[in-house]
């Protein structure tokens, strides 16, 4: 297949990017560079533009040129925190943006577009582990920005040829060693990498954001999933529409939750280094437990996390870190 990628400097977009070059696919991408990391891009070998996916125009005559088999979206702003405090920006970025380039890929007849959604639509869910069924409701921004975009798609593909596949991300992490691949927000906000940067000795500290949530150790509990396993969950999910031709959305997580206290446990164990934990308020916008079902994805797709260990997770991260 041919893909075109948006945001394959990124994070999970270049780990998707080298997942469907593994595979045998033909990637192209887009990316504007305004939170990803060219140092990604330079492990890659695939031809793209450096422009925003707003540029209609240039947009418009990549799709028509290229004729593309499929666009996988992950171009987003992603901060929770900065999404309450400046909720315009991602309207702007994640929604706006989203629905100019999907308006592109449907005139230029893109057969499937997978989106790369996440587990902030369900805000405080009712059902643990949550299943896509759930109540849509996010409590901050940045999860109404990706919600909107998913109604939108579903719209799309109900009034023209381009199958739709929704992945609804739980939390990424890990890293790709074979590759060099890794974590390189800037600024970084995951809480796997903010720890083991400050086990690094590249922070002072590493603050808890809330410690009396309705949990066994009152910190907020999530699940994580290793990129690659998010990765290959793409390819299946395209294929899937390619083959089907049928839309869908789908959980990608392990199933299983951690709290923060848990993941810098962990990280310290792997790194056998302590770390200087500080206590803070809670952050607004911030559920109590977010874990999957992701028995959809495993029975449609035939999708099977391989890396589901977090102990497995944290130390590919800290092993790309220290390569850095």
């Known amino acids: 297949m041919k893909v075109l990628l948006t ?8 780990h998707t990017a080298q997942r469907l070059l593994d595979s045998g696919h033909e990637v192209y991408f ?3 560079l305004s939170t990803s990391d060219k140092r990604n891009l330079s492990k890659l070998n695939i031809s793209g533009d450096f422009m925003d996916i707003n540029d209609v125009e240039k947009v ?4 028509h040129t290229h004729r593309f088999d ?3 979206h992950f171009a987003a702003f992603i901060s929770v925190g900065e999404s309450v405090q400046n909720p315009m920006k991602y309207f702007y970025n994640n929604t706006a943006k989203s629905i100019s380039l999907i308006q592109s890929a449907v005139e230029a007849k893109v057969p ?8 902030a639509v369900y805000g405080m869910p009712k059902e643990i582990p949550i299943p896509e ?9 940045y999860g109404l920005s990706k919600s909107m975009v998913e109604q939108v798609l579903l719209e799309a593909s109900k009034y023209s040829d381009m199958e739709t596949i929704i992945f609804r991300y739980f939390n990424a992490a890990g890293a790709d060693t074979t590759h060099g691949l890794g974590e390189l927000h800037d600024p970084e906000t995951h809480l796997i990498p903010l720890t083991l940067q400050h086990l690094l000795g590249k922070r002072d500290s590493i603050s808890i954001f809330g410690t009396d949530y309705p949990t066994p150790d009152g910190t907020c509990i999530r699940d994580y999933i290793h990129v690659l396993d998010l990765a290959d969950a793409h390819i299946l999910g395209m294929e899937y529409a390619l083959r089907e031709k049928k839309s869908n959305i789908f959980n990608l997580g392990n199933g299983q939750g951690f709290s923060v206290r848990e993941v810098i446990q962990t990280a310290e164990k792997v790194t056998g ?9 809670r952050r607004e916008g911030d559920p109590p437990i977010l874990v999957a079902s992701s028995e959809k994805a495993k029975r449609e797709l035939g999708w099977v996390p391989q890396r589901n260990s977090l102990e ?5 991260q800290w092993d790309f870190m220290q390569k850095l």
Do not use: R, W
């Open 70 to 72: 499929a666009v996988m």
């Open 273 to 281: 280094k302590k770390a200087n934990v500080i206590e803070a308020p």
């Open 133 to 141: 069924e759930a109540k849509v409701q996010p409590m901050n921004p």
């Open 112 to 119: 499937c577009f997978v989106f790369s959604s996440t587990a």
């Open 60 to 63: 418009q005559e990549l799709l």
């Open 312 to 316: 497995h997770i944290i130390k590919s």
């Open 30 to 32: 887009i990316d504007n």
């Open 7 to 14: 945001g394959a400097a990124g994070y999970i977009g270049s």
